[in-house]
Nanobody, 124 residues
Framework: QVQLVESGGGLVQPGGSLRLSCAASGRTFNDLAMTWFRQAPGKEREAVGGISWRYRVPYYGDSMRGRSTISKDNSKDTIYLQMDNLRPEDTAVYYC?????????????????WGQGTQVTVSS
């Protein structure tokens, strides 16, 4: 089992920045791949981007491409989502998810472990 805990959400003004963290614990071997998702009210869950323990190269979805940066702290089994130039349409609950098959997968159904989510609200 893998446990995921997100933190860092909150209220930010349009154009501002926010950094989310996701700490993984439990079974965190080299076959872990983690992905950030978000879900706005009335919309489907969509992938923001992810990174795997094996390759350590981030991949980004279309939703925040160019305005987000994903990184990993190897010493802490923690990944980060840096979000810049935030817009009101970025308002959503942001989730950290993981699978233990070594490859990032942007399909929610392919990720077996989920955090509780953290609310991000972009508003003036």
């Amino acid at each position: 089992q893998v446990q995921l805990v997100e933190s860092g959400g909150g209220l930010v003004q349009p154009g501002g920045s926010l950094r989310l963290s996701c700490a993984a614990s439990g079974r965190t071997f080299n076959d872990l791949a983690m992905t950030w998702f978000r879900q706005a009210p009335g919309k489907e869950r969509e992938a923001v981007g992810g990174i795997s323990w094996r390759y350590r190269v981030p991949y980004y979805g279309d939703s925040m491409r160019g305005r987000s940066t994903i990184s990993k702290d190897n010493s802490k089994d923690t990944i980060y989502l840096q979000m810049d130039n935030l817009r009101p349409e970025d308002t959503a609950v942001y989730y950290c998810a993981a699978n233990d098959r070594g490859e990032i997968n942007f399909s929610p159904e392919a990720n077996d472990f989920w955090g509780q989510g953290t609310q991000v609200t972009v508003s003036s």
